[in-house]
């Protein structure tokens, strides 16, 4: 088995950040909207180098979000970053009428996204972003799982994508491990891992939790498929459905609601096509709290261990059918 | 081709009669809608697409056009008679009004296909941002065209709205014309008892806005104090135009209850007496 190797800790923001600047340089009518907090949600790059395209509007999301929407009425491709918690419930009825109703390419960063974003607490962990941006019509919502892809993600936003597109990253440093040459295609899931005894889907930071938990089962003669679903919609449902027909069974894991998430999305395509035992690794309805990364990772069961628990428990649900 | 300015005010009043007429007309066959904002804007509606906007019916995406932003989605009525008059699409569509499978949504939405939308609206308070957004494109890119934007009085209770002029003279938007239907009037009754709007022009002076007020059924007072904006350097202008609700139809006018409320088929006829009398 190829095993992905871990090139070195980076944050995904600072993905977001370096590929802003490529989309930046790539098209003159990207203009960058800030919220007050650019540094922390990885404009600072492109405010530095474009600051003739760069406007801070203040403490103020839901104007931001109108004036994306103006902007993107008149040619240019705003990108707007701010915390995931603010871009998806603070602004939630201006992206749906004014950005998503038009139909309008907009690109939204949300930033801090996950239980990894650490002391903060509850407030600023964004945890129900993935629900609320994937029930807006028209809206395309990318969950990258590293830095490399990240980057990767936000040119695939403007290239690839025609209206709202939401692209969702977090703070931690963590394992940066795919390659640029992988391509990006949006709505085009990735298998990292090949297996045939069960499926995790993992999306964001987990993705690389969730191929450490098939590496770890490898060694105990389970073969795990591990499919890397950066798009969360529209979602790989050809994935899913041959994931569900040759292995049987389905984990998903996210940092993110179970409730809504990448947990709910699979569900519903599962339950579609062809039903087989589900497990879920996320946040089980309740909010966040202060702590380090690797301390709330582990108090929610949100790393390879639990994957690995929950492997093996739907490997016995499978067999009792 | 761009659409000719009227500037004779007896013509513009006979338009602003028509358009009154077709949106009476459209509501009574809707069986639904909003009739009191759609006939206390006519007038100004009348003033902008046939005397102020540089806009193309034939061209409805002319890149040089003014853009104009309507934010209180709810008065499309007198939106889409405008248009029709205008030449954007043939009037006898004014009939399918609110009905399946129509160009003309109960509130504007663009993806069904009406020429000369600008913008899908109808939640409250969202407009003037997207205005914003608008003319600081005009601005980058050194457009001449201009951005009007409409508002409702009752919709300056929505917060974002002052985020949105604060903006807006932060980025010293002279390119942008927000005009509010000051009518004194909401949903629950008037908007002073419901939540106080006062000092209204102060508010605005306060956020950096240079301020004209303007009768809003007096064509030519409304021409004048747009032209006047169209002068002001370096900040954005805010018309306050006292109107009132329902007007053209004397038993309906300034009465809160005709916010959202269409004339029936039988009050039809009647209303119908009463404007040609106006």
Same mark, same amino acid.
């Given at each position: 088995m190829k095993e992905f190797k871990n090139k070195g800790d980076k944050s995904t923001k600072e993905g977001f950040g370096e590929g802003v600047v490529v989309i930046g340089e790539m098209n003159p009518n990207v203009i960058g909207l800030g919220a007050d907090i650019t540094a922390s949600v990885g404009m600072n790059l492109f405010a530095e180098k474009f600051p003739e395209r760069f406007f801070s509007l203040g403490i103020a999301e839901q104007n931001c979000i109108g004036v994306a929407a103006g902007l993107a009425l008149s040619e240019k491709t705003p990108? &707007?970053?701010?915390?995931?918690? &603010?871009?998806?419930?603070?602004?939630?009825?201006?992206?749906?009428?004014?950005?998503?109703? #038009?139909n309008l390419h907009v690109i939204i960063g949300g930033a801090h996204a996950g239980i990894s974003v650490g002391p903060d607490g509850a407030t600023h962990q964004a945890l129900e972003d993935i629900a609320v941006m994937r029930v807006l019509p028209n809206m395309t919502v990318l969950s990258p799982c590293d830095a490399t892809q990240t980057k990767l993600a936000v040119i695939a936003a403007l290239e690839q994508v025609k209206g709202p597109v939401y692209i969702r990253f977090g703070r931690a440093p963590v394992p940066d491990f795919t390659f640029p040459e992988m391509e990006f295609k949006v709505g085009k899931s990735q298998l990292l891992c090949n297996g045939n005894d069960l499926t995790i889907i993992a999306t964001g930071h987990l993705v690389w939790d969730a191929l450490q938990a098939a590496y770890t089962l490898n060694e105990q003669g389970i073969k795990a498929r591990v499919i890397n679903m950066h798009t969360i919609k529209p979602i790989d449902e050809q994935a899913i459905i041959k994931a569900s027909e040759q292995t049987g069974a389905i984990i998903t894991a996210e940092e993110h609601q179970i409730y809504g998430g990448?947990?709910?999305?699979?569900?519903?395509?599962?339950?579609? #096509?062809?039903?087989?035992?589900?497990? &879920?690794?996320?946040?089980?309805?309740? &909010?966040?709290?202060?702590?380090?990364?690797?301390?709330?990772? #582990?108090?929610?069961?949100?790393?390879?261990?639990?994957?690995?628990?929950?492997?093996?428990k739907i490997i016995k649900r499978k067999l009792t059918i | 081709m761009i659409l000719k300015k009227i500037t004779s005010t007896e013509q513009l009043r006979r338009i602003s009669k028509e358009i009154r007429k077709s949106v009476l007309i459209s509501l009574a066959e809707a069986g639904s809608? $909003?009739?009191?904002?759609?006939?206390?804007?006519?007038?100004?509606?009348?003033?902008?697409?046939?005397?102020?906007?540089? $806009?193309?019916?034939?061209?409805?995406?002319?890149?040089?056009?003014?853009?104009?932003?309507?934010?209180?989605? $709810?008065?499309?009525?007198?939106?889409?008679?405008?248009?029709?008059?205008?030449?954007?699409?043939?009037?006898?569509?004014?009939?399918?009004?609110?009905?399946?499978?129509?160009?003309?949504?109960?509130?504007?939405?663009?993806?069904?296909?009406?020429?000369?939308?600008?913008?899908?609206?109808?939640?409250l308070g969202q407009g003037l941002s997207v205005a914003v957004g608008m003319a600081l494109a005009g601005k980058m890119d050194n457009k001449k065209w201009r951005v009007y934007s409409i508002h409702g009085d009752g919709e300056l209770q929505e917060g974002s709205i002052w985020e949105a002029a604060m903006s807006a003279s932060n980025f010293k938007l002279n390119n942008l014309t927000s005009i509010i239907d000051r009518n004194d009037l909401q949903i629950d009754g008037k908007t002073s008892d419901v939540m106080q709007l006062e000092p209204l022009a102060d508010k605005w002076k306060s956020f950096g806005w240079n301020v004209l007020e303007c009768n809003g059924h007096d064509h030519s007072d409304i021409i004048e104090k747009i032209n006047q904006a169209k002068k002001v350097k370096g900040k954005p202008t805010v018309i306050i135009a006292k109107t009132i609700m329902g007007k053209g139809v004397k038993s309906i006018e300034d009465n809160h209850l005709w916010h959202g409320k269409a004339p029936s088929k039988e009050q039809l006829k009647d209303f119908l007496i009463q404007l040609e009398n106006d």
């Open positions: 990108v &707007f970053s701010t915390y995931g918690v &603010f871009a998806a419930l603070r602004t939630t009825d201006q992206l749906r009428i004014s950005v998503c109703y #038009n990448l947990g709910g999305a699979v569900a519903e395509v599962v339950a579609k #096509n062809i039903p087989v035992p589900m497990e &879920f690794i996320g946040m089980d309805d309740s &909010f966040g709290e202060s702590g380090k990364p690797e301390e709330l990772l #582990n108090k929610y069961k949100m790393t390879s261990e639990y994957i690995i628990e929950k492997a093996k | 809608g $909003h009739t009191g904002g759609s006939f206390g804007l006519a007038d100004i509606f009348t003033t902008l697409y046939f005397n102020i906007l540089n $806009h193309d019916p034939d061209n409805p995406d002319w890149e040089d056009r003014d853009r104009l932003i309507l934010s209180i989605g $709810h008065v499309a009525p007198v939106h889409y008679a405008s248009l029709a008059i205008a030449g954007y699409f043939p009037k006898e569509e004014l009939l399918t009004l609110r009905k399946l499978g129509s160009r003309l949504q109960g509130h504007p939405g663009r993806e069904h296909g009406l020429p000369g939308l600008e913008l899908s609206a109808g939640s």
